[in-house]
């Protein structure tokens, strides 16, 4: 959802240890308040979203440590240059900061901070990292970094079939959506283990067009399941995904309506040095699939999908001749085509068409293998920038 900035910037700081004892030296300081950068947070399209989304309506911070117990309101702070900025005196050693905002007086862990968003009160609940310490060597500036407590989706429905109009009738998420989330968030990027609540997200009137509308949700990860019913069908097209959705993050949610699909399932197993064998899940975003450096055991199996249901016969599929590919491919019993490797070469991306004829159609596919490094591959989720890529499901 956002672009991150450093979670605490320290100015006039060096890294040597000072003492926190009480009773030492006082030294002046100003705290300026910073509220991680929006990057690409949009206009709110609907009634439920802001249209500012870090204002600060309250505010408490707390410093604690040798002998400090400084407690601060938004009133103790005043704006400069589109900044919050409150003076104080602290002593000389290491601190520990906790603040919110826009959640009320002394809030409790777990919260739901989605819920209270609301058209009453437009204000994202925002808070501290925990365990985030100053060490204060001497007069300067110190910064409390404040991240929102929600993530946010944008949901837009694209008509891949020019040629026809479509609408839609009915549109869900559902799977693993908390209810609540931690007070504070332990780092950046990291996502609190959520309680096991189903719970869905509809959207009640359903647009198909790029405009879509945008909701908060709790941080989470898991596989969130979509369903959506296309005027004049008799069943719902439906689909999934998997993904880590951080606080403070934005997620655009592409949903393409097409006659024909590939839903794309597998497995992979590789080696980091000094850890046994870890079996990862394959989890493609649209036809694009990522794989980790040394990856084997690759395992895929790629479905056709008709109006979102599986194809389970009378399938016929085209794929790279030997040589062509890294992959060994075989069509199976149930419609299906398997597409295998024990490795894969270590190149950054590899592009191959499938193609799959039923009856009297015949479909191309350009799916994409891309080959990153672990760091890349096990990093929870990019930080949104304004050429985030979009989660990409076909129905």
Known sequence: MFTALPLLGLCGCDAEDTSDTPGGERVPVTIRLDVENAGPMTKGTTANVLTEESEINTLNVSITGGGDNVNLTKEDFEERDGELVAMTTLSVGRKTISAVANVGDSPASPIDAVSMITTESPYIPMSTTADTTWNVTGAGEYNVSLNRMVAKMKVSIVNDNP?????????????????????????????????????????????????????????????????????????????????????????????????????????????????????????????????????????????LKRNGQPVASGVTWGYPEEGESPFTYSEEEDGTLSVTA??????????????????????????????????????????????????????
């Open 342 to 395: 024990d490795a894969i070469p270590a190149l950054p991306e590899q592009t191959f068409t499938l193609s799959a004829a039923y009856g009297t159609d015949e479909q191309d596919f350009e799916v994409t293998i891309k080959v990153v490094g672990l760091e890349e591959m096990t990093r929870s989720a990019d930080a949104a920038g304004e050429g985030v890529s979009p989660i990409i499901v076909e129905l």
């Open 163 to 303: 040629d026809e109009t479509v609408s839609v009738t009915s549109f869900k998420i559902s799977g693993l959506l908390p209810e609540t989330t931690p007070l504070h968030r332990s780092a950046y990027g990291v996502v609190a283990s959520p309680l096991a609540t189903l719970a869905e997200w509809s959207w009640d009137t359903p647009s198909v067009g790029e405009t879509g509308t945008v909701f908060y949700l709790h941080e989470t990860t898991g596989t969130f399941d979509i369903s959506l019913r296309v005027d004049g069908e008799n069943e719902d097209r439906s689909t999934s995904f998997t993904k880590a959705i951080p606080r403070n993050h934005y997620f655009p949610l592409v949903v393409h309506i097409t006659d024909y699909a590939l839903e794309i399932k597998g497995s992979y197993n590789y080696a980091p040095i000094g850890v046994l064998p870890i079996t990862g899940v394959v989890n493609p975003n649209g036809y694009e699939i990522t794989l980790p450096e040394g990856a084997g055991d690759i395992d895929i199996t790629v479905t």
